[in-house]
């Protein structure tokens, strides 16, 4: 009996004890977590999460007659939460392989200067503008190559 409770107990600790590194390791990856949100908030990144649930929400909402307001707005709010943690829960890791937790502090100190704040607020319509941009260099660049192809074949 003494034996089988010396080996459960030394079973538990040893379970214990496997716990203690996965603990540790959880802390930084919590503050870089937070860390990261912060930043992706401050840079206004989280913005196009924020607008599109709404858009999904009203391109569903007139198919579903007899559904209250009341059901949407909270959903709206359920998703924004939701999908809000699943992106930074996915850029954590990627964000993680190329900037340290002190450089994530650093920009969050730039984010929050008067500059950090004016490429936030111009952050979003920069990247509308520069996804025009480059959708229309894109097709002048596939024309170009097909009038070139079209020209060798011609030779």
Not at 106 to 124: C, D, E, M, V
């Amino acid at each position: 009996m003494k034996r089988q409770s010396l080996l459960a107990a030394l079973v538990l600790a040893a379970a214990l004890f496997a716990r203690l590194p996965h603990a540790a390791a959880q802390a930084p990856d919590s503050e870089y977590r937070q860390a990261l949100q912060e930043m992706l908030a401050s840079s206004g990144a989280l913005e196009s999460v924020k607008v599109m649930i709404p858009q999904v929400i009203a391109m569903t909402k007139p198919s579903q007659p007899g559904i209250p307001d009341a059901f949407w707005t909270q959903l709206e709010k359920e998703m924004r939460t939701k999908f809000i943690d699943r992106v930074v829960d996915l850029y954590v890791p990627i964000y993680q392989k190329h900037l340290t937790l002190d450089d994530l502090r650093q920009i969050n100190q730039f984010y929050q200067s008067p500059i950090g704040r004016k490429l936030a607020g111009a952050t979003p319509a920069i990247t509308v503008e520069g996804a025009q941009m480059g959708a229309k260099l894109g097709m002048e660049m596939a024309q170009e190559i097909v009038d070139k192809v079209r020209r060798y074949k011609e030779l």
